[in-house]
């Protein structure tokens, strides 16, 4: 069983940076592409960020595009969320996945291993 573990939510003011982590583990972790989704209240979860098993692709939102960063250290089993120049729009929860198999994807149906979530709430 794949368990994801995000940490690094928090409260930021606007313009802030963060950097989210999510530890996996369970399977080998580098066979798989990871993505970062959101949530916020009354909304339905949206694609942010993904990257390839290898760390060399990388996909984004166009909202976070040039702001968020997703990279990776296989040897450490964790996918990270670099986020800067944060807004009060990106105040969500933010959950880790873990793709179905080694390519990236925005679609929430090819990730079939989710964290808890870590909230990250911006003021303005």
């Known amino acids: 069983q794949v368990q994801l573990v995000e940490s690094g939510g928090g409260l930021v003011q606007a313009g802030g940076s963060l950097r989210l982590s999510c530890a996996a583990s369970?399977?080998?972790?580098?066979?798989?592409?990871m993505g970062w989704f959101r949530q916020a209240p009354g909304k339905e979860r949206e694609f942010v960020a993904a990257v390839s098993w290898s760390g060399i692709n990388t996909y984004y939102a166009d909202s976070v595009k040039g702001r968020f960063t997703i990279s990776r250290d296989n040897a450490k089993n964790t996918v990270y969320l670099q986020m800067n120049t944060l807004k009060p729009e990106d105040a969500a929860v933010y959950y880790c996945a873990q793709a179905v198999g080694n390519t990236s994807s925005r679609r929430l149906s090819d990730y079939n291993y989710w964290g808890q979530g870590a909230q990250v709430t911006v003021s303005s």
């Open positions: 369970g399977r080998t972790f580098s066979g798989y592409a």
